[in-house]
């Protein structure tokens, strides 16, 4: 695997000036792509590179100075104790929704941030997003961790977890807004299926079939599937379709350039359109072979009643299950 880098992560969030919101109607997200496909699915993932000061992996910011923190996600206080800088750590008590296995499951664990002084909150307290918590200082680190090798931090985290003192430790990757939020995908067990059943629902609200309509429910409509395709994703000419969806679910206009259809497939005469981030044609190219099965994980907006198209917009993509790469990580984990 490529080696990877500790990301000053209290930069990335904008933590420094404010936590950056996500509307709570839509699944908008910080898109970014990956290095490689590899990277997605690696059975095993890296010991740090980075000469920790600490004996967990964790996040640590690059200030010098010192810098209000807010929080980046709500829970309740559950205890503060001195840390190993002579300064205090917070333990927030955190839950994370998540789908797996089918079925949508909800992991309660432990989120902690450390070095810090001036705390602005007391134990048992509540904690919503954004909520002033304390000065950070230039030690500050966040981490997190639970009593086992939990299946939701094991898929999303960078580096490989650490076993101390009855606490599996993680590198909290799923809080940055540009990670793919792999297992927030409801995984279905036939993508045509999925794809019926969205065009099905619009067609019995009996709306006139004029325009582009846009026809999207998160807890059905954004899922994981597999897919095989012979050809590769090519330069897409701008549709109102894209414009629409671009500026209300991913605040990034020009974000979805490639397009490839489904071959074989169709829904009531409508074409299914994936539609792809720029430079995914060069991934596949390198590492997808047509024909084969490929895991998407998409979500699902558009008929585009004019141009007879069921419009998919991929976020990104594995060549193996979360079930198989949980499995393989923690079998390395355990080793």
Known sequence: MKSKLIVPLFVILSILSGCRSTPSNTDAEALSVPESADENQADDIEESAEPFSLPFPYMGTNS???????????????????????????????????????????????????????????????????????????????????????DFMIRMSEYRPVELDGFWYFSPSWIMPQVTRWLSFRQVPDFEAAVEDFYNRWAVEENEARGVTIHYFPNLDRIRGVVSFNDYPV??????????????????????????????????????????????????????????DIYLYCSIYVIDHENSEIVVFIRDFSFKDDESVIQSRKDAALE
């Open 235 to 292: 330069v897409a000419e701008r549709t109102e379709a894209v414009s629409i969806v671009e500026q209300a679910y991913y605040s990034n206009q020009h974000a979805f350039v490639l397009r490839n259809v489904l071959e074989g497939f169709q829904v009531d005469g409508h074409s299914v359109v994936l539609m792809w981030q720029k430079n995914f044609d060069q991934f596949l190219q390198e590492e997808y072979t047509p024909g084969e």
């Open 64 to 150: 010098d100075s010192d810098f209000v923190l807010q929080s980046m996600l709500s829970g309740t206080v559950r205890e503060i104790t001195p840390d190993e800088f002579g300064t205090r750590r917070l333990v927030l008590e955190a839950s994370q929704s998540y789908y797996l296995n089918g079925s949508e499951q909800t992991l309660e664990y432990d989120f902690i941030f450390g070095g810090l002084k001036d705390l602005q909150v007391s134990p048992g307290d509540s904690i919503e997003t954004g909520q002033v918590l304390a000065t950070a200082t230039s030690d500050s680190y966040i981490t997190a961790r639970h009593k086992d090798l939990a």
